[in-house]
Each structure stands twice: as C-alpha cells, then as structure tokens.
C-alpha cells in the first residue's frame, strides 16, 4: 500500500497483536484499543487505528477529517494510500465543497457504503464514508470529523464489514474526542496556572510569584557568597492621577510602565507587580542600580497620558548589606523609595 499525507510519524508505537491484511476483526479492535489506551498523540492513535481497519478490510486509500470546533471547518489529520503530491488538492476539493461525498457526511452524519468513484489516477474505485459521531453535553451528539476508506475497482460491503468499519469509525471519533478533552484540560490548567502566578493587568509575576523568587535568591546568594538586588519601582503622582483622569487612563499608565520594565531587564532578572503602583525587580547580582537607571531611562521616552507626564522613583536594597532574607529586603528598598525627594530618583537603602 502506497503511504503519504499526515500523521505517518508512530514508529516505536508496539501493540500486542500483529495486524495486516486478512486480520481478524477482534485483532483489528485490540490494536485500536490499544491505541486509545498508550498512544501519547492523537497522530498515532489514528495511525494505528486506520491503518488496522484499512488492513483488514483491504482498503486501497483511508483519509480521517476533523470538524475544526473553532472555525467550523473541517481539517485533514491523516492520509493513507495517497500520494503525497496528491493530498494538498484532495484536502482542498474536500474542505471548500460541501457537496463533496466526505464533506457531506461530516454534514449530515448518514454517510455512505459502496460509493462509486474514481481514483486520482482515473481508474474507478468503490468508497465509504462513515461520520464519527460522539455523545456531546447534555447527551447531544455531536459529529468530530469523517473517516473514508476507498478500494480499487468494485468492493461490495456485506453486513460483517459494514459492522467492523462501524466500530473503526467509533474508536477514531473516541480518539478524537478523548485528546480533545485533554488537550483542552491541559490548556486550562496552564491558565490557571499563569493566572495563579501572573498579574492580570501587566501580564507581569505577581506579589506571590515575586516573593518566592526572592526567597529562592536569596538562598541561593547565601550558599554561593554571591549578591542579589531588589528594586522598587514607585510610580510618581499616581493615585492622585488616577483619581482624576480615572482607572482607564490610571490601567493605561500601567501598562506602559510595565512594559519598559519588561524590555529593559536581563533574562536572569524577575520583574513583577506588587501593588496598585508599585513594581519589584529582583536581580541575582549587584547590577540593580544599573538596570533601574536604565528603567527610569526608558520611562522617560514614554509619551504622556492625558497630559501627564510618567515618572517613577526607584528604591534598591541588595543582599546581603541591606538585610538577611526576602521581607527585610523588600522593606528597606519601599524605605528607600519614600526617602526620595524628587521624582525619577534612584535612592539606594543604607545610603
């Protein structure tokens, strides 16, 4: 059988049954059982199951469309059979025509035995459609895709057939569906995760994330004999600007502020709000000073919101002159920033 198209890649992939052609239907639901329960990919999880049921049933050609829940298309996850040259326009007759006997099943979930057609090559071939329908919410079905099947010439399917391709359409939909739901499980967790972790405003570390970081330097520093520095950012006037040109311009200053901080540290450094207007850099090392100059420095090219020119004042304490852990440390640099008498200051605690 001539191979190409997607989802090819599932070398190292061993069930524990042997199956080719004239396989045995329990053999043919092993190996797709199998796949649901060790494959690590949806690629390989289909590849197996496909290529099973295409081996058992002699099937020339195989090709699985997923219905794209976003976009409500549909997409080409795997190729059997086809040439490689082939798959880009064959996808693309299948996708842009409704009309199109696989486009249609995926539309009005019937499907089709014993279609009648012709191969690429012109020769006439026989083909299945067959819509992979699972149980959505609320027990509504919900169809996730076509798997289609062709064979050289004519292929009569009986009722023995006719129930094995069933069952192979029914294990490619559950794969579908069960990576879906992990996949989709797994993005969430990573939201929740960055939502646990970030400030929603600035997309910065929040005072949480800040503060374990702090810690963990800090031991660090302790055991290697090495410096860290903290600076506090303060942004000068804001809560009387705030109050008086509102939070949309207070959030847009925010941002903007947090945004010249986040190009103008080092990849060592950890930047992160801790507050309504209050930004804390911790930087393994003793280039503090150096990195809040260049801060202060880009914050000054920024362009003024409703007339209000942006200006912060930064405080630095470093370990382990100014303190002996995190709490400590963070105090004498907010110390520091109120010892500031002019905006745009830099005041280094202890000095």
Request: proline residues 3%.
């Given at each position: 059988?001539?191979?190409?198209?997607?989802?090819?890649?599932?070398?190292?992939?061993?069930?524990?049954?042997?199956?080719g052609?004239g396989?045995?239907?329990?053999?043919?639901?092993s190996?797709?059982?199998?796949a649901l329960?060790?494959?690590?990919?949806?690629?390989?999880?289909?590849?197996?199951?496909?290529?099973?049921?295409?081996?058992?049933?002699?099937a020339?050609?195989?090709?699985?469309?997923?219905?794209?829940?976003?976009?409500?298309?549909?997409?080409?996850?795997l190729?059997?059979?086809?040439?490689?040259?082939?798959?880009?326009?064959?996808?693309?007759?299948?996708?842009?025509?409704?009309?199109?006997?696989?486009?249609?099943?995926?539309?009005?979930?019937?499907?089709?035995?014993?279609?009648?057609?012709?191969?690429?090559?012109?020769?006439?071939?026989?083909?299945?459609?067959?819509?992979?329908?699972?149980?959505?919410?609320?027990?509504?079905?919900?169809?996730?895709?076509v798997?289609?099947?062709?064979?050289?010439?004519?292929?009569?399917?009986?009722?023995?057939?006719?129930?094995?391709?069933?069952?192979?359409?029914d294990?490619?939909?559950?794969?579908?569906?069960?990576?879906?739901?992990?996949?989709?499980?797994?993005?969430?967790?990573?939201?929740?995760?960055?939502?646990?972790?970030?400030?929603?405003?600035?997309?910065?570390?929040?005072?949480?994330?800040?503060?374990r970081?702090?810690?963990?330097?800090?031991?660090?520093?302790?055991?290697?004999?090495?410096?860290?520095?903290?600076?506090?950012?303060?942004?000068?006037?804001?809560?009387?600007?705030?109050?008086?040109?509102g939070?949309?311009?207070g959030?847009?200053?925010l941002r903007?502020?947090?945004?010249?901080?986040?190009?103008?540290?080092?990849?060592?450094?950890?930047?992160?709000?801790?507050?309504?207007d209050?930004?804390?850099l911790?930087?393994?090392?003793?280039?503090?000073?150096?990195?809040?100059?260049?801060?202060?420095d880009?914050?000054?090219?920024?362009?003024a919101?409703?007339?209000?020119?942006?200006?912060?004042?930064?405080?630095?304490?470093?370990?382990?002159?100014?303190?002996?852990?995190?709490?400590?440390?963070?105090?004498?640099?907010?110390?520091?920033?109120?010892?500031?008498?002019?905006?745009?200051a830099?005041?280094?605690?202890?000095?």
């Amino acid at each position: 059988m001539a191979e190409g198209g997607r989802g090819r890649s599932w070398e190292g992939f061993v069930t524990d049954t042997s199956v080719g052609a004239g396989s045995s239907p329990l053999s043919v639901l092993s190996a797709g059982a199998a796949a649901l329960a060790r494959a690590n990919d949806l690629d390989t999880a289909l590849a197996v199951i496909v290529e099973a049921g295409a081996a058992a049933t002699g099937a020339a050609t195989a090709a699985v469309f997923a219905q794209d829940p976003d976009r409500n298309t549909l997409e080409l996850l795997l190729t059997l059979g086809i040439a490689d040259d082939e798959v880009a326009a064959y996808e693309a007759d299948v996708v842009a025509n409704p009309d199109h006997p696989v486009h249609h099943a995926a539309l009005d979930r019937s499907g089709s035995l014993g279609r009648q057609g012709t191969a690429a090559d012109g020769s006439p071939m026989t083909g299945a459609d067959l819509p992979l329908v699972v149980s959505g919410s609320d027990t509504v079905e919900a169809c996730v895709g076509v798997l289609t099947l062709g064979w050289a010439g004519d292929h009569a399917v009986d009722a023995s057939e006719e129930a094995l391709l069933v069952a192979i359409a029914d294990l490619a939909a559950a794969a579908i569906a069960m990576f879906r739901t992990t996949s989709m499980a797994t993005e969430r967790a990573e939201w929740l995760e960055r939502v646990a972790l970030t400030d929603p405003l600035t997309g910065l570390a929040n005072a949480r994330t800040v503060a374990r970081v702090l810690e963990l330097e800090v031991a660090r520093a302790q055991r290697q004999g090495t410096e860290v520095s903290v600076a506090l950012f303060d942004v000068d006037a804001f809560r009387a600007f705030n109050e008086t040109a509102g939070s949309r311009a207070g959030d847009q200053v925010l941002r903007q502020v947090a945004s010249v901080l986040a190009s103008s540290v080092r990849l060592v450094d950890t930047l992160g709000r801790t507050g309504g207007d209050e930004f804390v850099l911790v930087a393994p090392g003793s280039a503090g000073v150096t990195v809040a100059r260049r801060i202060i420095d880009g914050i000054a090219k920024l362009e003024a919101v409703d007339d209000h020119t942006i200006t912060v004042s930064a405080g630095v304490a470093r370990f382990p002159q100014d303190g002996q852990d995190a709490e400590v440390l963070l105090a004498a640099a907010r110390a520091a920033v109120a010892a500031g008498s002019e905006p745009a200051a830099i005041v280094e605690a202890g000095r």
